[in-house]
């Protein structure tokens, strides 16, 4: 005859950690399915714990919270002793856009801040920080009439190009073709792209 699961206090966490993971997929990034699913069950955020199979002991592993959109507006990562390993927060525009990344170490202090400037729904300016607030990088990200990125230039914290990227794509819009180029305008790296349909 049938009977039910009786459930110890550290298997109830396993089953608890387990249907989590499959939902989120650890404490990665959310596909669109995934965050459609957020907005719909209307959850607020989700704790991973992590079991050692071994000793049974449970720890926090991670953590993140959701706006009413199902975007991610905060992260932690947690080592095994419990103790924070690092934390990020996000902001969004009307779009769902996300606009500002930051990442902060285990004090809490900024380490280091992105955002992101848009034209439409895409992207065409990155700009990372650091801990004090100056420039690191800027990234502009140029777009054809069919949405397709075709250039993308860093610069250094001064506005000095470092680096350009060239994509070439096929009749179905594949990149087919990325080509880097040093600050002085020298090809560094070709990447090809092949499909098999």
């Avoid at 669109?32 to 959850?43: E, S, T, Y």
């Avoid at 079991?51 to 975007?71: C, L, M, Q």
């Avoid at 065409?124 to 920080?129: D, G, H």
Wanted: glycine share 8%.
């Amino acid at each position: 005859m049938w009977e039910p699961l009786k459930y110890s206090n550290n298997m109830y966490k396993l089953h608890t950690y387990i249907c989590m993971a499959v939902l989120f997929g650890s404490v990665g990034h959310l596909s669109a399915q995934k965050k459609k699913d957020v907005r719909k069950l209307q959850i607020k955020s989700v704790t991973v714990s992590e079991i050692d199979a071994r000793t049974g002991e449970v720890h926090k592993d991670g953590y993140k919270k959701f706006d009413s959109n199902g975007n991610v507006v905060e992260k932690e990562k947690y080592r095994k002793d419990g103790t924070l390993k690092s934390k990020e927060s996000h902001k969004y525009n009307k779009n769902d856009d996300e606009i500002e990344e930051v990442i902060y170490d285990e004090s809490g202090a900024v380490k280091e801040r992105k955002t992101t400037e848009y034209k439409g729904k895409d992207p065409v300016l990155e700009t990372r920080y650091d801990e004090e607030g100056k420039v690191i990088e800027k990234i502009s990200f140029a777009y054809n009439a069919l949405g397709e990125k075709i250039q993308e230039i860093t610069y250094d914290g001064h506005g000095k190009v470092i680096r350009k990227s060239v994509f070439t794509y096929d009749k179905n819009g594949m990149v087919i073709e990325k080509k880097t180029y040093n600050a002085d305008g020298e090809l560094r790296q070709t990447k090809k792209y092949a499909y098999e349909y």
